[in-house]
């Protein structure tokens, strides 16, 4: 990444600052608006010798997060409302058992 001044969403700066703080596992699915994020993952993970993973759903992307984090892996997921509320059973299993996980949420416009 060159150090001169760029252009870019905050999902795409979301992206590229998960990477530069060593996030190496990315499970998602596909939601608008956070799908910007997967997109750049999905693109630059392999690079950085990480894993992006599209899974079948919410839940399963976070149980992905909790397992890679389970075994030392910077992981993360990205999400929006609707699939926030459905990863509730998985976030509090990672709250209880403090496992470290990173959850963004993005906010729908209106």
């Keep these: 990444m060159s150090k001169q001044a760029q252009v870019m969403t905050g999902n795409e700066s979301c992206a590229i600052g ?3 703080a060593g996030c190496r596992f990315f499970a998602g699915y596909p939601i608008t608006p956070s799908s910007e994020i997967a997109e750049v993952l999905s693109a630059e993970l392999p690079r950085k010798g990480g894993k992006y993973i599209q899974m079948e ?3 399963g992307a976070m149980g992905a997060v909790i397992g890679a984090s389970l075994v030392g892996v910077k992981a993360m997921t990205a999400t929006s409302g609707p699939g926030f509320s459905l990863k509730q059973e998985n976030i509090g299993y990672a709250c209880i058992a403090e496992i470290p996980c990173v959850v963004v949420n993005v906010m729908r416009g209106g």
Aim: glycine letters at 0%; proline letters at 0%; charged letters at 35%.
């Design 18 to 20: 998960a990477i530069a």
């Design 57 to 59: 759903d919410e839940i």
